[in-house]
């Protein structure tokens, strides 16, 4: 009996058709991590120097564009918040538009292209096309960002779990399940959310999270202008005003945000953990 392939799947790559080079007139999704070049999986890299075609957003670092060929084109349709550069739908048939004339097209994205990236819609236009597609998982900020800010996201002694959620009003509104999400023994990330902290906060704590919550706010994380900070639930919007924190920037909350700040010794202007007291704290 002959199985037929169902057509998504002959024109979405699965499985080991990941490992081939680019093909004429396919389009690659690429995750290109939070910033830092050396974030990238070794088969980004080699796909977005293959490219002959580059569509990328704002938060594709400098560092990573300088990767892609000088005989590439270029497309910028990057966003700032409230500003949108180019209309989603006008990005997609962009997209398939330069595919169709049978160049190999790179779509360059922030983090993960299926973490609040719009990598499934933009995959969902393109099966509609009938063009042939793969995704390139990057390193999503949730996961470089807290990293390079010394935040382990699920340590075991502080919680279960860990949800990601965007900041990102949709009608004016911030409509999520808050009673579920405000717990102490789960970690929050939240994307996109510097705009909307007064809603975060003020939701957060009539959901019963105390004001001493731990928060940490990363960035620019990973690039050059990594910044990172600590400050608490009940402070957060004072906060982000007083530093005017501006996007990207992620923020964390619950207690593994400073589950390893008491064992961060300070010396030669250099932080580093300290390995007794990281035993010691594990002792307890
Ligand atoms: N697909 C991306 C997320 C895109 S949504 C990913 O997987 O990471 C954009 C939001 O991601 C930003 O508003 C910010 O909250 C977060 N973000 C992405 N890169 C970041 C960075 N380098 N530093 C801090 N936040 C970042």
């Avoid at 007139?25 to 088969?43: K, M, N, S, Y």
């Avoid at 807290?146 to 509104?173: E, M, Q, S």
């Avoid at 924190?245 to 932080?271: F, H, R, Y």
Wanted: charged share 25%; hydrophobic share 40%.
């Amino acid at each position: 009996m002959k199985i037929e392939v169902p057509k998504h799947r002959q024109l979405l790559a699965s499985g080991n058709q990941n490992r081939r080079d680019f093909l004429d007139g396919e389009v690659v999704l690429i995750g290109a991590g939070p910033g830092d070049p050396e974030l990238l999986t070794v088969r980004a890299h080699r796909l977005i120097q293959q490219a002959e075609c580059v569509i990328y957003d704002r938060l594709v670092s400098d560092e990573i564009m300088a990767l892609v060929s000088t005989d590439a084109e270029r497309i910028y349709v990057g966003k700032k918040c409230a500003d949108h550069a180019v209309p989603q739908e006008q990005i997609n048939e962009l997209i398939v538009e330069k595919a169709r004339s049978g160049q190999k097209v790179a779509r360059i994205k922030g983090g993960d292209p299926f973490i609040f990236g719009r990598g499934g819609e933009e995959v969902q236009e393109l099966l509609q096309a009938g063009i042939p597609c793969r995704v390139v998982p990057g390193i999503t900020a949730a996961s470089g960002c807290t990293t390079y800010a010394g935040i382990p996201l699920t340590h075991r002694d502080f919680v279960h779990g860990c949800t990601f959620i965007t900041g990102h009003l949709k009608n004016d509104k911030l409509d999520l399940p808050w009673q579920a999400l405000a717990r102490e023994d789960h970690t929050l990330v939240v994307y996109m959310g510097i705009k909307t902290v007064p809603v975060l906060a003020r939701e957060l704590l009539q959901n019963g999270l105390p004001e001493s919550t731990p928060i940490g706010l990363i960035s620019n994380g990973t690039t050059v202008d990594h910044r990172d900070y600590r400050t608490t639930l009940g402070e957060l919007v004072e906060f982000v005003k007083v530093h005017q924190i501006q996007p990207p920037t992620l923020i964390v909350v619950g207690k593994v945000v400073n589950a390893l700040q008491d064992d961060i010794v300070e010396g030669d202007g250099e932080s580093k953990i300290s390995s007794s007291s990281w035993e010691q704290r594990r002792a307890i």
